[in-house]
């Protein structure tokens, strides 16, 4: 296959494929007012109903031009082609990405289309490395998937945590936990469903079931090992801050993208790297007990959505459905704050703080997405083609992107008790 990803003028820097969805909305809403029509970045938003997309786009247009509108049937792969043909980037929010988005991402790789997503289903990444690695490096189509809050705050939370522990002591720290403070905001109903349907394609399928629990499911075929184990599945302590921990939903997908950065790099923070996330519940007696009774509710969310009598109550009373979302003052009231520790072999800790000032599920995440797409668009990077992490892909460009335009911030903490 040819590279085929500079030839040629492309009518659009980045198509909005799914701008009628919920976060698609933000999406555009958030080009709209930082992008304009006529400026540096070409865009159009895309779908598979015209009409549907014409009426969102009036609710979000005040003065100004109004983005092209591009219609495509998202199982057609001749009507992907054209569309695919026609930018240098595809930003896409429509998920579950194991249900809408394997033909999508085969056109981007048919056509050397640069592809930026939301996806946290570590299954259905695994299957489109699999199957499109090998020729989008001959294309040169960057596949970038997790570039919302899963997993840009881990991955690049992590990556800046150990360039300043090299510039420190040239030496990478070889423990990192992340830890959720505090947030303001959930996952969207989206993030859900993509869950429920991981769940479901795990009880199915005994591969996907081994995929899912696998710590390395996401490291290139023939890289070592480490020596990470399963995810917290309970209370823990936090013995370097003296802290109770419970477990952190997003550290399925999460994990396995650091790790996946990590091999993509040679491994610099050595074969023995251990990268672990939690959620931070407090210190003392009652903080052990508040762990606990978190792990146990969390486990039986899981059950619960598992058994599919049980599953119904759980969808239609305890998540938010997908193409739903918080109001906008929600949204720009929401935040989020973590923590990312790092460890030397002697005992000594780095901190740094990362924190969005949206929620974390939609405001914040339109944000990440958006500037992936624009990075990747723009940016002279330093990688092909090929199925890469926000960080492996972006790095440095993508790094002082969102703490310019998308209201993240990595900042150093000095160690306290």
Not at 100 to 105: A, D, F, H, K, R
Not at 322 to 346: A, I, K, W
């Amino acid at each position: 296959m040819q590279n085929i990803n500079e030839a040629g003028e492309r009518n659009f820097d980045i198509i909005v494929w799914g701008a009628s969805g919920f976060t698609g909305r933000l999406v555009m809403e958030y080009l709209l007012e930082r992008y304009p029509q006529g400026g540096d970045i070409r865009w159009a938003i895309a779908g598979r109903n015209e009409q549907k997309l014409k009426q969102v786009l009036s609710e979000y247009l005040n003065d100004g031009p109004a983005p092209p509108i591009l219609v495509a049937n998202s199982h057609d792969d001749e009507s992907l082609d054209r569309l695919t043909r026609d930018t240098k980037v595809v930003l896409t929010t429509v998920g579950p990405y194991a249900q809408y988005g394997s033909e999508l991402v085969a056109a981007c790789v048919r056509n050397g289309t640069h592809y930026c997503d939301l996806c946290g289903e570590v299954q259905w990444m695994r299957k489109m490395i699999d199957r499109y690695q090998s020729d989008a490096e001959a294309t040169g189509a960057r596949i970038v998937m997790s570039c919302g809050f899963d997993s840009i705050p881990s991955d690049f939370g992590v990556w800046a945590l150990q360039r300043e522990a090299v510039s420190r002591r040239d030496q990478a720290c070889k423990r990192v936990t992340l830890l959720v403070r505090a947030m303001q905001g959930g996952a969207s109903g989206g993030t859900f469903a993509s869950l429920l349907n991981a769940l479901d394609e795990g009880q199915k399928d005994s591969s996907v079931a081994k995929i899912l629990m696998d710590p390395y499911a996401l490291n290139p075929a023939g890289t070592p090992r480490g020596m990470d184990k399963r995810d917290q599945s309970g209370a823990e302590f936090n013995k370097a801050l003296g802290i109770w921990t419970a477990p952190f939903v997003m550290a399925g997908v999460n994990t396995r993208v650091v790790r996946r950065t990590h091999a993509l790099a040679g491994l610099p923070y050595g074969e023995d790297f251990r990268y672990h996330e939690a959620t931070i519940i407090g210190r003392g007696f009652m903080g052990r007990i508040r762990a606990s009774l978190m792990s146990v509710a969390l486990k039986v969310f899981f059950i619960a959505s598992a058994i599919s009598f049980t599953r119904q109550y759980v969808v239609k009373k305890l998540l938010p459905s997908p193409g739903e979302g918080p109001s906008c003052h929600e949204r720009e009231n929401g935040y989020f704050n973590l923590l990312v520790v790092g460890q030397h072999d002697d005992g000594e800790i780095l901190r740094l703080r990362v924190k969005g000032d949206r929620d974390p599920g939609y405001g914040s995440t339109s944000k990440m997405l958006t500037e992936s797409a624009i990075c990747l668009a723009k940016d002279d990077l330093d990688v092909g083609g090929g199925c890469w992490t926000p960080v492996s892909a972006m790095g440095a460009s993508l790094f002082e992107r969102l703490k310019a335009n998308a209201g993240l911030s990595f900042e150093l903490e000095e160690n306290r008790s």
